[in-house]
């Protein structure tokens, strides 16, 4: 079983004498987006894996983040970035109350907007296409 820290420690200057400066993109490089094949350098250096889910419903994209949390959590994943536009939804939050929302159920459905209580903080919030 190895003894070294689970994290490289930062808290003191390398010992080389001329530390590596972070690069800066070239401008002239044509763009290249992300994806599975072409990942981005995170900030610390890691690579980013960049998801592009689309428009989707919200509570799938919600559990799909939830899972992916957990599993970066437990470092079985490395870095993602979720791209998503939802359908319309308003969502609740933790510190919300549902007798903020000024539409009822009614009118929500008959408008096709979803109403999702959520585990997060914030009263109501709208997500929609084009967010």
Request: charged share 30%; net charge negative; hydrophobic share 30%.
């Amino acid at each position: 079983m190895s003894t070294d820290p689970p994290f490289r420690d930062i808290s003191e200057r390398p010992d080389e004498a001329d530390p590596p400066r972070p690069r800066r993109p070239d401008p002239h490089a044509p763009h290249r987006p992300a994806s599975d094949e072409h990942p981005l350098l995170a900030a610390h250096g890691g690579v980013l894996t960049v998801d592009h889910l689309g428009t989707v419903a919200y509570r799938p994209a919600w559990e799909l983040q939830d899972e992916i949390a957990d599993q970066r959590r437990g470092r079985r994943i490395g870095d993602r970035l979720l791209l998503v536009e939802h359908f319309p939804v308003y969502t609740i939050g933790r510190g919300g109350d549902a007798s903020n929302m000024l539409a009822s159920s009614e009118r929500l459905h008959e408008l096709g907007v979803e109403l999702v209580r959520i585990d997060r903080g914030g009263d109501i919030t709208y997500h929609g296409p084009g967010q």
